[in-house]
């Protein structure tokens, strides 16, 4: 039985702590920290997992196996680094750090520690988006041709600081990265080229972003946004043409194939929807990453993990975009 600790209870933190729960046949939640202790007590008060203000001290005073970070982004590379040098097997919730910088320091320090770090791109741990995956990679309808993947979030007050790019990196860095991921991840290389469009605000912060990757022949497009009013719901969606066929989805988690020669058909995958009290309700794809991130620990090499390097890669492909992206500021009063 794998002991995990768990650092930040807040939004995110509360589903890994239900995913750890159900996976209880193979972890045990053992330790949670937050300095805002009533959070890490909430989730304690159910599975009997040792409450800390500090995380050093959790990490000092536990023998884990595992430890979970949850915390705001500003924060991942300096509790990365640190809990390292207790443990060495270490899960970072998405996007890996702020910066190019503070990403080849997580590099440097996992080399010098031997330490293995899984990040939580969980687009590719969707039904939805797995099943796509597995199809592109299967080669049954041919290459990629073009793709258009859209996600669009009302302004995500429930996050502490969500303005301010400093800690959490800006809405191109925290939303947009899962596309980019995704991309990288079905695509299985950087892009050739990158041509990106944003909306500035007045301040300067990045509104609206909408990308084209080009590869060898195939371009795909990527549209993130959280600058929405709050009463409008999170969309997402994927189109991809392949050579034959089109295969599309939306966050009704229902994915159809049309394939050239042939009848459409749907695939409906299962939710597992609970209120964590923010914008996501259904748990499966943190389940799934999970789980598999553990398999990747337990030693099944095959197992589908987020490595370091594939973290590290989409962070920069993202600030690549920024560096060169056409600028419109809006044009409000
Ligand atoms: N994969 C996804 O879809 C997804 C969704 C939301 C958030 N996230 C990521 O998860 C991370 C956390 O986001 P969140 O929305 O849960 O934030 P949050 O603010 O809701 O939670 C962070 C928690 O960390 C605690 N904390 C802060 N500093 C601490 C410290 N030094 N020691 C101990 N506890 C501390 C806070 O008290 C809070 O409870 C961010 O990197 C975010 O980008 C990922």
Redesign the pocket.
């Known amino acids: 039985m794998l002991k995990v600790g768990q650092?930040?209870?807040?939004?995110?933190?509360g589903i890994h702590a239900c995913c750890w729960k159900n996976l209880q046949d193979k972890v045990q939640l053992v330790a949670v920290?937050?300095?805002?202790v009533a959070?890490a007590k909430e989730i304690s008060k159910d599975c009997g997992a040792k409450v800390y203000?500090?995380?050093i001290q959790m990490l000092e005073n536990e023998n884990l196996d595992i430890v979970d970070i949850?915390?705001?982004?500003f924060?991942?590379a300096q509790?990365v680094i640190d809990t390292m040098k207790y443990v060495k097997n270490i899960i970072v919730?998405?996007?890996l750090c702020l910066n190019a910088e503070e990403a080849e320091e997580i590099k440097k320090a996992a080399q010098k520690y031997g330490a293995t770090v899984l990040v939580?791109?969980?687009v590719r741990f969707s039904d939805t988006n797995d099943y796509l995956a597995k199809l592109i990679k299967s080669g049954e309808y041919g290459r990629v041709i073009e793709a258009n993947f859209y996600r669009i979030s009302p302004k995500p007050v429930?996050?502490?600081d969500y303005e301010n790019v400093n800690k959490?990196g800006g809405m191109p860095i925290?939303l947009h990265i899962?596309d980019v991921d995704y991309i990288r991840y079905i695509m299985g290389s950087d892009p050739k080229d990158v041509e990106s469009i944003v909306i500035r605000n007045e301040n300067g912060i990045v509104e609206n972003i909408w990308s084209s990757y080009f590869y060898d022949g195939a371009v795909i497009h990527a549209e993130a946004s959280w600058i929405y009013p709050v009463c409008m719901k999170f969309k997402k969606s994927a189109r991809v043409r392949l050579e034959k066929a089109v295969v599309e989805f939306s966050d009704n988690n229902i994915l159809t194939v049309y394939p050239e020669d042939g009848e459409a058909f749907s695939q409906t995958f299962a939710e597992k929807n609970m209120d964590f009290g923010?914008n996501?309700s259904d748990m499966m794809p943190?389940y799934n990453e999970l789980s598999s991130f553990i398999a990747y620990i337990e030693g099944d090499k095959k197992a589908k993990v987020v490595t370091l390097d594939d973290a590290i890669a989409a962070l920069k492909l993202v600030i690549r975009e920024l560096d060169t992206a056409k600028a419109c500021v809006a044009g409000r009063k």
Do not use: M, Q, R, S
């Open positions: 650092i930040g209870c807040g939004g995110i933190g920290a937050d300095f805002n959070k203000e500090d995380a949850c915390l705001p982004t924060l991942h509790y919730e998405k996007p939580g791109h969980v429930w996050v502490k959490t925290d899962h923010i996501i943190f």
